[in-house]
Nanobody, 126 residues
Framework: QVQLVESGGGLVQAGGSLKLSCVIS???????IGWFRQAPGKEREFLAF????????YYADSVKGRFTMFGDNAKNTVWLQMINLTPEDTAVYYC????????????????????WGQGTQVTVSL
């Protein structure tokens, strides 16, 4: 079992920044960690993932240049630094763990992730 706990969400004005954290615990992990979000009435959306073994990160085109994902194996923690936030970024943000790396495209799919955190709310106001 792998447990993930997100934190760092909150209310921020448009143009502002937030840094989300995701702490991973449980059995030894060596796959990928992803960040996703879900806005009201919308499907859950891929944002970024990191290969735990290499530290390489991959991003959805919609957030590339604004969101940065990085991790620390020693702390079993990943972060999602978000800048230039807009009201369209308002959503519940989730981190998730996948057991393996399937390549830069397939590892963006939600069904490649077995464990999910409870989510943290990000609200961006005008």
């Amino acid at each position: 079992q792998v447990q993930l706990v997100e934190s760092g969400g909150g209310l921020v004005q448009a143009g502002g920044s937030l840094k989300l954290s995701c702490v991973i615990s449980g059995r030894t992990f060596s796959g990928v960690i992803g960040w996703f979000r879900q806005a009201p009435g919308k499907e859950r959306e891929f944002l970024a993932f990191i290969r735990w073994s290499t530290g390489m990160s991959y991003y959805a085109d919609s957030v590339k240049g604004r969101f940065t994902m990085f991790g620390d194996n020693a702390k079993n923690t990943v972060w999602l630094q978000m800048i230039n936030l807009t009201p369209e970024d308002t959503a519940v943000y989730y981190c998730a763990a996948g057991p393996a790396y399937y390549g830069p495209s397939i590892s963006r799919n939600l069904d490649k992730y077995d464990y999910w955190g409870q989510g943290t709310q990000v609200t961006v106001s005008l």
